[in-house]
């Protein structure tokens, strides 16, 4: 039998290559949707007029062509034909959208000509331009006249409508590899919302591949809406199809919130848990001793069982803690909580406690508003607790005998 073909790697196969050019730019248009949430944009289209087109809130667009090159190859130089092209659609773009756009974006990986005064040098060309403000009066000898004359000749577009295009050029060349850009997506996401200190890594690099993948869906022939909206009541099929068409390139920040909560589902750290559904080798003993003293208190049932989840929701927290910070960390902070809600604990005893009787009850409503306070007012770090945490954090007390709810009593449970 001949050799495996699936065991022998072909290095000559471009298909990775090409998913590598297809990766960079999405990934690129992905860092342009975090913006939406921010404000800075109204909406982001992938593969519509441009590669990217990014709509701002007064209305206004910016283009963006995203051009990658392999670094054994000399940087972009004006007389490029790349580049010739995509001034030529710049140029069609001012053309038929007078007055909406505010930039043109050069996007590359790789770099551009920078030897001074040089006909090949784009910025210096470009900056050239816009100081004489016009070509007209310039010989076609001219480097500048020369460099607009085959632009327009690439766009069909007249050299007004290039100088016009040129005034409005930003190039940005990144000097990066094609893996480059998904690690700045992940960067950039991680300090969207100070994600980068309240998420897992794993949490973040989930939200970029969603974000990527959203930026892909756009970039592609995919419909906005359902094959029932193409076959609806639509008289004119052709149109209602271009319109659910333009709406699948659309990217807007209510699909960008949602990319990022359906990542978080499994990395926030604060989602409460009910104790049921908590493993019984994670959580650590003590059930019984607190069960017995909130009853003894005459604390009731309910309230007892929440007291159950609060506590079990803390020990969650606790344990992303120690996955993420190590022991010495988690341990920290958990002793820093305790101390707090203790503080708590002893002021609400004082507050409700009646010798000879049992008032764990208003003990309970007394230490939930001092919590409730302490969470509005304290300048001390809390870790995203909320104060069903601290409640979790008396029920530890309580386990640990630092807390009582009556006047202390033998406990069965220890006997």
Known sequence: MSVDPGAVLDKTDPGADVQG????????????????????????????????????CGGQYEALQIKTRRFDLEPFAADDDEVLKSIGRFA????????????????????????????KNIQYVRDEIVALGTVDGLTKANKLRKFVIAASAVSGCSESDVVAALKKLVLSGHQTDLERPFKDLREVVGETRDFRKTQTLDTVSKMADNLLFLCYRASSSALGGGVADLYGLAMDFDAQRDALLLTGKEITADMVEQVIADSLVVGADNLLVSSGGVSADVLPPGFDVMVEKLEGGGLQMARVDLLKDYKASLETMYMK???????????????????????????????????????ASTMYAELRSLLEHRLATTSLPLFDCSREHLLGAAAMLTEECQVWWSDKFALKSTQ
């Open 21 to 56: 050019r297809f990766s960079y730019q999405h990934c690129y248009a992905a860092i342009q949707c975090l913006r939406l949430i921010d404000g800075e944009l109204d909406a982001v289209f992938c593969e519509n007029h441009e590669d990217i087109l990014l709509r701002k």
């Open 92 to 119: 069609k773009l001012e053309r038929t959208y007078p007055d909406r756009f505010d930039a043109f974006h050069f996007v590359t990986n790789h770099g551009f000509r920078n030897d001074k005064a040089s006909g």
């Open 321 to 359: 803690w120690l996955h993420r910070h190590g022991p010495a960390v988690a341990n920290e902070r958990l002793g820093h909580i305790k101390a707090q809600v203790k503080d708590d604990c002893v002021e609400a005893q004082i507050e409700a406690e009646q010798p000879g009787q049992k008032y």
